[in-house]
């Protein structure tokens, strides 16, 4: 057998699917011309077809390969790389200092570790504060309708969640100022030949889901981590919570895998592969292999031309979210063992079992 480091597929009959785990195999898929994202005979999926769902979904830049994913691309790169993170950081900030629940008594952060970076996110894409509350729960069941073991029920109410955020920024597109996200975004969209505005509003709803589960992840598994390892008196410092958000988001992604589907015949590290082939890319183990010259130090925002481009953004976020958490008094004790995972198809999202009070994150302990 090669060891871990040589590259090399893993053939799993039980899930008739290959395994890539070494990190020159991993960087072969993603930079293959022959391995797309969605399968070619299911481009959208099914159940999503003929609902506001797969309007959504087909336009969405990262779910296409060829011409289409090539020509709008750069219009992402160049919209989210002037974010000013700063400004990402002031919102989550503002948003922490400010209550989800007017209402609510205790704050439960298993449920805040999604909230709050998808509120930061909305203020940043330009969703006025008033709509943020009703927003939340719309994200959350587009998102988890998505993956493929999504139940019925899971799926129906992520239709009509992809339907409210479909109308939401059909209003707020054609109103956005000169300047703000949704307006800079629209002008990078024309500037590549893509004149519907349905592809720029597609794509800002697509940041949302695209981040929703792996943000709470990653922010729970660094606020463990935090809790276990950092001194009460660092635990403040932003250095030391961007180090543990980036060590976590290396060695223990939030999203552990990703797949890529073979749409022609090809060679990947020396397996020949047929069309219609899946091939899983255990992300973890490829950032922990022996890396080569010329690799990155970590494939969990992809690699390739299917990158994330949002990775600065959301990394931000993350560490803003944690930042502020910590701030409230969430790692002054440790985690007890064993954590228990949140069930998702997607991503690894510790539950960490702890409530806070919302005075102690208005402000009032820093």
Known sequence: MPDSATPHLIRDDERNVWIAKDASTVQAVFTSGACHVRPTAEPVPGAFLGTPGGEIYRRLVRMNDGAFHAARKPA?????????????????????????????????????????????LASVLGVPDADVPELLPQVSDFAYSIPGGARADQVERGILAAGYLLQLFQRLLPIAPSGSFLASFQREMRDVGETDPDTTIANTIGFFFQAYEGTAGLVASSLIAIAA????????????????????????????????????????????????????????????????????????????????????????????TARNLVRAGICDTPFPEPIAFRPSGVARIPVLNRQVQPSSLNGGNR
């Open 229 to 320: 390892n950092v001194p009460p008196a660092m635990r403040d410092d932003v250095q030391v919570i961007g180090d543990i958000v980036a060590e976590r988001l290396r060695d223990d992604p939030p999203v552990p895998a990703a797949r890529r589907f073979v749409a022609q015949e090809t060679v990947i590290a020396g397996q020949k592969l047929s069309a219609g082939d899946v091939i899983v890319l255990m992300l973890g183990e490829a950032n922990r292999c022996p890396h080569l010259a010329g690799m990155p130090d970590s494939f969990s925002g992809g690699f390739g031309p299917h990158a994330c481009p949002g990775q600065d953004i959301a990394r931000t976020i993350a560490e803003a």
């Open 76 to 120: 992402l790169e160049r919209v989210l790389r002037v974010v000013d993170l700063d400004h990402v950081r002031a919102e989550c900030d503002r948003w922490a200092a400010r209550p989800m629940d007017e209402t609510a008594r205790s704050v439960d952060i298993d449920q805040l570790v999604f909230d709050l970076p998808t509120a930061t």
